[in-house]
């Protein structure tokens, strides 16, 4: 029997350490109570878990304070309320082509409704941003920058502490969705102000668990208001965090599964977790990089990429045919007739051999046109925390089974 290989990670982590769903399972069956509600010791007892997960989640972000986190859905609720708490009418914006929809849709229509300016740096056709064409493009009225630290389509790590230096006293606001848990990131020494996190990725949480630091000093208006536990007597919001920003129950059963994740992060050490990472990239990128017909996209370097690879499965070039560079690492012509289209090699994984890998657009549609694959997108291959170079190999095999048109 074929055995199943996940390499879809940068969708959402799996499987997850046995100690998440213990957390979990051990507040729904043995705490069940509502944190910061009530005084009984199971209140209590709920509050310490949920206080635990920010002080781990400190941790991993060197946050001096943990009560400058607020816990989120997602990330996408986080970047949400940066995006649409923090800027004002007449502010100006700078992001980059290789955003997710997260970022780029809140921001596009905040520039529809005539509330932001917004300027899209150019990356190059590695996904790269070179810092030095940011300031050109800051103004008076230029608020916030808005970075996605890897990219979700093809690995590709910005050099953050670069781009601070690029924007100065303006507020960064880092979507780390791809590298929270599997890259190091420290809000002091990397400079930033807005730190939005998803939980469910190489945090190794649950899906709807994320987060937000929010760099002392620095406010914004809360999107929602209401209960939270805290100075009852009061009918307006409290205006300390983490309550400002905290209104309603949480999804306290998913906190402490993440706190769970976090912790064993924190056990493993994500220096160490990155080299695992980096070892399996090092090793895909070397088995592909001469398969005929295959185009690898990206830095093509584990040590600039989180592991995270998109492919497409291109037509070889006649002798002597005029071809234009796209993508990079080898010669993408466009979709031909014969070529194999990114769903159908996610499906032929997908069935011939149990490997389940996310193909399209990742929901990053200006990413893939940086990288010259929009619209049909890629094959994604995300590796994580507990794939084995065995299962590399496997992937590698299929993939040039496919190239040369044997895997029917
Ligand atoms: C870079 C990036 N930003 C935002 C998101 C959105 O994540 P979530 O669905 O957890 O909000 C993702 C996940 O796909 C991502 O990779």
Redesign the pocket.
């Known amino acids: 029997m074929k055995r199943l290989i996940y390499l879809d990670n940068?969708?959402t982590s799996f499987p997850k350490p046995p100690e998440v769903m213990e957390a979990m399972l051990h507040f729904m069956k043995d705490v069940g109570a509502n944190p910061g509600r009530s005084g009984h010791y199971r209140a209590v007892e709920a509050d310490r878990i949920v206080r635990g997960a920010r002080e781990s989640v400190a941790r991993l972000f060197n946050i001096p304070k943990p009560d400058q986190i607020v816990f989120t859905m997602?990330?996408?609720?986080a970047?949400n309320v940066v995006i649409n708490g923090f800027l004002k009418q007449g502010d100006h914006v700078i992001t980059t082509s290789m955003e997710?929809n997260?970022?780029l849709r809140p921001l596009r229509h905040l520039e529809k409704i005539g509330t932001i300016t917004l300027s899209i740096v150019q990356c190059d056709n590695r996904g790269r941003l070179d810092p030095r064409e940011i300031p050109p493009l800051i103004g008076k009225n230029t608020a916030l920058m808005v970075l996605?630290q890897?990219?979700?389509v093809c690995g590709t790590i910005q050099d953050v502490r670069a781009v601070k230096r690029a924007i100065g006293e303006i507020p960064l606001l880092l979507?780390v969705?791809?590298t929270a848990g599997c890259f190091p990131i420290d809000v002091e020494a990397d400079g930033i102000d807005f730190l939005a996190f998803?939980g469910?990725?190489a945090m190794l949480g649950p899906q709807g668990t994320?987060g937000l630091y929010i760099r002392e000093g620095l406010s914004l208006e809360p999107l929602t208001r209401g209960g939270t536990g805290s100075v009852s007597e009061e009918e307006f919001q409290p205006g300390f965090m983490p309550d400002m920003l905290e209104s309603g129950t949480r999804n306290n059963v998913g906190i402490a599964g993440l706190g769970a994740g976090v912790d064993f992060v924190l056990r493993q050490g994500v220096s160490q977790i990155m080299e695992h990472d980096r070892t399996l990239t090092a090793a895909l990128l070397s088995a592909l990089h001469d398969v005929a017909g295959v185009t690898v996209y990206g830095p093509l370097n584990a040590r600039e990429q989180t592991s995270t690879i998109s492919i497409t499965f291109d037509s070889l070039l006649p002798p002597g045919a005029r071809y234009d560079y796209g993508g990079c690492g080898a010669v993408n012509l466009g979709l031909m007739e014969e070529d194999i289209y990114p769903a159908e090699a996610g499906s032929i994984l997908n069935t011939e051999y149990d490997i389940l890998v996310r193909t399209g657009l990742?929901?990053a549609p200006i990413a893939h046109k940086t990288l010259k694959t929009f619209p049909e997108g890629t094959v994604r291959i995300s590796m994580g925390y507990f794939n084995t170079l065995e299962e590399v190999e496997i992937v590698a095999a299929a993939i040039r089974r496919i190239a040369s048109r044997e895997y029917s």
């Open positions: 940068a969708a997602n990330v996408t609720e970047l997710h997260s970022v996605n890897a990219s979700n979507d969705a791809q998803t469910h990725k994320g990742h929901c």
